[in-house]
T-cell receptor
Framework: GAGVSQSPRYKVAKRGQDVALRCDPI?????LFWYQQALGQGPEFLTY????????KSGLPSDRFFAERPEGSVSTLKIQRTQQEDSAVYLC??????????????FGSGTQLSVL | QQQVKQSPQSLIVQKGGISIINCAYE??????FPWYQQFPGKGPALLIA?????SEKKEGRFTISFNKSAKQFSLHIMDSQPGDSATYFC????????????FGKGTKLTVNP
């Protein structure tokens, strides 16, 4: 595809419901990141994959959050027993294998999650 | 602990004017400093980036100024246009680490025609 694709674009969940957010990175991009962006704030790091390996999950706010990338391409962010404080835009980003000065991190448009 | 502090929170500039956004960081291990532009309903898009071995980088109307000793960097937008109206985020990372970006809280720029 032309860019990072995320689905669904919008998700409304009742408190306590489980949700799954999908990210299709740019083809060939080895690195994949998930960020959480609260209203009016900057994105905050959640987790990072290199291929199928989850190398950093230090930003996941609780054990209700789980991410996977089993075949090193598509990734899913799962949130169990959603709470109102989970309401935010969840951004996925991908980049090429080698990082250099001009290396670009490409972001998707995000999934806006609203927990009622 | 906020590792990257950004100011101002909002900025209004007239068309043709200069927009200046400032950021300060704390972690001396940071070695890559990008700026992102975000339009409503879209993800952030890389605008320009700098490493600490240079004090300035210019790309078109956009310039990053970097002061390593003060641990500060800024974005200057020359000849600001209404199409530049967006939210701008500074960020920082240590590329020897997990490569995760730490973002500032953002500056909402409005350029009046």
């Amino acid at each position: 595809g032309a860019g990072v694709s995320q689905s669904p674009r919008y998700k409304v969940a009742k408190r306590g419901q489980d949700v799954a957010l999908r990210c299709d990175p740019i083809s060939g991009h080895v690195s994949l990141f998930w960020y959480q962006q609260a209203l009016g704030q900057g994105p905050e790091f959640l987790t990072y994959f290199q291929n199928e390996a989850q190398l950093d999950k230090s930003g996941l706010p609780s054990d209700r959050f789980f991410a996977e990338r089993p075949e090193g391409s598509v990734s899913t962010l799962k949130i169990q027993r959603t709470q109102q404080e989970d309401s935010a835009v969840y951004l996925c980003a991908s980049s090429r294998p080698s990082r250099g000065l001009d290396e670009k991190l490409f972001f998707g448009s995000g999934t806006q999650l609203s927990v009622l | 602990q906020q590792q990257v502090k950004q100011s101002p929170q909002s900025l209004i500039v007239q068309k043709g004017g200069i927009s200046i956004i400032n950021c300060a960081y704390e972690n001396t291990a940071f070695d890559y400093f990008p700026w992102y532009q975000q339009f409503p309903g879209k993800g952030p898009a890389l605008l320009i980036a700098i490493r600490p071995d240079v004090s300035e980088k210019k790309e078109g109307r956009f310039t990053i100024s970097f002061n390593k000793s003060a641990k500060q960097f800024s974005l200057h937008i020359m000849d600001s246009q209404p199409g530049d109206s967006a939210t701008y985020f500074c960020a920082a990372t240590s590329q020897g680490g997990s490569e995760k970006l730490v973002f500032g809280k953002g500056t909402k720029l409005t350029v009046n025609p």
